[in-house]
T-cell receptor
Framework: GAVVSQHPSWVICKSGTSVKIECRSLDFQATTMFWYRQFPKQSLMLMATSNEGSKATYEQGVEKDKFLINHASLTLSTLTVTSAHPEDSSFYIC?????????????FGPGTRLTVL | GENVEQHPSTLSVQEGDSAVIKCTYSDSASNYFPWYKQELGKGPQLIIDIRSNVGEKKDQRIAVTLNKTAKHFSLHITETQPEDSAVYFCAANSNNNDMRFGAGTRLTVKP
């Protein structure tokens, strides 16, 4: 199946700093990428949807100035958590979809565990 | 928008027994229903999916059934093994084609 990578797999940072997470589709072109957040023992919460070359669409309650998303190419999307605080500590997972329009499978990355001290 | 409910939240079975996880969805326009397996500290992995034009799909020990009229779909795992232990998520695509997930089922297969 399609492979999606994330980097880094884990990161620890100080409060107030910014952290960038990369999501790459390794063997297919991803027209759409999704960013999710997952708290321990909970389901995946969609944060935003990004289409290559256009601005991301954020879910209600997700601050777009806090969570900056860039989808500059068909194989790379980045999520930057700006001025991170301890409450931003979570497991961040991206997924990628390669089919343009219609119904397409989503393939998930391995996730990035962010810990803000 | 789409709302997906999943039951049970936890499931414990003996090795070799079957496990069934059920989901319901609210949007009658949804037409794609994947199931994901998530192991601790990892991202979800697609294990099987079904589209609305079929009622059942099977892949070795895993099967999924779909009842469009009742708007529910189920995951069936037969001959369970300890390595099947994980959290399983069902999902349904919403009207703008992003995925809505169930709350997850923690499956434990006891040897």
């Amino acid at each position: 199946g399609a492979v999606v990578s994330q980097h880094p797999s884990w990161v620890i940072c100080k409060s107030g700093t910014s952290v960038k997470i990369e999501c790459r589709s390794l063997d297919f072109q991803a027209t759409t990428m999704f960013w999710y957040r997952q708290f321990p023992k909970q389901s995946l919460m969609l944060m935003a949807t990004s289409n290559e070359g256009s601005k991301a669409t954020y879910e209600q309650g997700v601050e777009k100035d806090k969570f900056l998303i860039n989808h500059a190419s068909l194989t790379l999307s980045t999520l930057t958590v700006t001025s991170a605080h301890p409450e931003d500590s979570s497991f961040y997972i991206c997924s990628a979809r390669g089919q343009a329009g219609g119904v397409g499978e989503q393939f998930f990355g391995p996730g990035t565990r962010l810990t803000v001290l | 928008g789409e709302n997906v409910e999943q039951h049970p939240s936890t499931l414990s079975v003996q090795e070799g027994d079957s496990a069934v996880i059920k989901c319901t969805y609210s949007d009658s326009a949804s037409n794609y229903f994947p199931w994901y397996k998530q192991e601790l500290g990892k991202g979800p992995q697609l294990i099987i999916d079904i589209r609305s034009n079929v009622g059942e799909k099977k892949d070795q020990r895993i099967a999924v059934t779909l009842n469009k009229t009742a708007k529910h779909f189920s995951l069936h795992i037969t001959e369970t093994q300890p390595e099947d232990s994980a959290v399983y998520f069902c999902a349904a695509n919403s009207n703008n084609n992003d995925m809505r997930f169930g709350a997850g089922t923690r499956l434990t297969v006891k040897p």
